[in-house]
């Protein structure tokens, strides 16, 4: 049966993501690399046998059968909430079990994913679609939240994509989709107004700041707020959808304005200044600046064909900061050019369409929900993690997956490979 099941492997999903992880391997010998030729970094090593290891359960998750995690999804899910608040007490992003560090927000990913794909899968028939829909943000913004307070921005930033992918599939209203996503953009815009007339504009603009001004925020909060019931009571009674917009807009407005306001009170001054560089890295170009400059002058420096590989100036020289982790990219295009870039892309892409296919051609939804969740996941991660190396994306720290350096992000990336092809031994079946 096992033998049977083997042969149905999608191996041309399986080899593209092998081929980026080689890939990773590769470029992350070369940024351990000083300017003599010398190694000063084993990181390759520890990435060969990671890798190792997130194969073997690649291929163990594929011969599993996916649908017995339909009854289990719940405690999975639990256990890894369970691990994130222990990690908490350790004020830490890993849980060190001996030598090893087990970063479970990598791993709540996965978990996340398949019980929101139970839960969607389940609720299917309900009636209710707000209910549904509120419930599904629950589900995704425990997690989160809890990812968030470790501090770890990029990671609980992955979860959103996760949630409106999985969402859009499982047939939830277009309106609770874009009310999230218009959410965190007014959320973001009102975030940032006070930081860009602050240090880029200086000052020009004073009457932005009334946006950190608490009672200015309590006031727009609940001025807002009554609109939007009252536009809900005019719709309730007249059935006019002129009272449902103004009931949507304003709902956007009080809640982005208030999360804009805790925003600024949560986030940590080093995540503060990345918003601010994003905007203008020559505010701090020997600073903060520092990270986005390098990576745009070193991909840049590669031009079509690359320096040529282990002969980039930038990695050897230790310009560029967290270069195996968050600025591979900019490694990788130095050293192989744009046409390196664009074979990273391609099996990117590649695997993308891959994952669309199987979660289009299976007949189970608990397992097109799945894949949903993994293409969206994989897709975030490529676009934010390559803009943030090109300076068009804020730095948040998310790596470039199956790529860099991480042993829990790629043993999770490959167990959710694992995940996929499973579904594709089994998506004809019932």
Known sequence: MWIRNILKIDFLLLFASLALVT???????????????????????RQIVWASAGLILALALALLNYRRMYDFSVYLYLGTILLLIVTLFFRSRWLRIGPVGLQVSEFAKITTIVLLAWFLD?????????????????IVFVPMALIL?????????????????????????????FFLLLLIVFTSVFLLLPIWQTVIMKNAYPELMALVNVRFAVAACLFFAFIAALSWLGFRRYRKRHFFWFCYGASI????????????????????????????????PRGAGWHILQSITAIGSGGMYGRGYLHGTHSQYRFLP????DFIFAILSEEWGFFGGVFVFALFLFIALRLVKIMQTTSDLFGSYIVAGLVSMYSFHFLVNVGMTMGVM???GIPLTFVSYGGSALVSAMAGIGLALSVHIRRFKR
């Not at 890939?23 to 090593?45: A, C, H, K, P, Q």
């Not at 389940?122 to 629950?138: E, K, N, P």
């Not at 992955?158 to 609770?176: D, E, H, Q, R």
């Not at 967290?322 to 982790?325: F, G, L």
Request: net charge neutral.
């Open 322 to 325: 967290e270069q195996s982790t």
């Open 149 to 177: 307070i470790q501090p770890d921005l990029g990671t609980s930033l992955v979860f959103i994509p996760i949630l409106l992918g999985m969402t859009f599939v499982s047939g939830i209203s277009l309106y609770y989709i």
């Open 253 to 284: 407005l009080s809640i982005s304005l208030g999360a804009s306001y805790v925003a600024q009170r949560i986030l940590k001054e080093y995540q503060m200044m990345r918003l601010i560089i994003f905007m203008d890295p020559s505010i701090d």
């Open 23 to 45: 890939v990773g391997v590769l470029f992350i010998y070369s940024s351990g690399l000083n300017t003599d030729r010398v190694l000063v970094s084993n990181e390759y090593i």
């Open 394 to 396: 804020p730095v948040t």
């Open 122 to 138: 389940m609720t299917q028939r309900l009636r209710s679609v707000s209910v549904r829909f509120i419930a599904a943000c629950l």
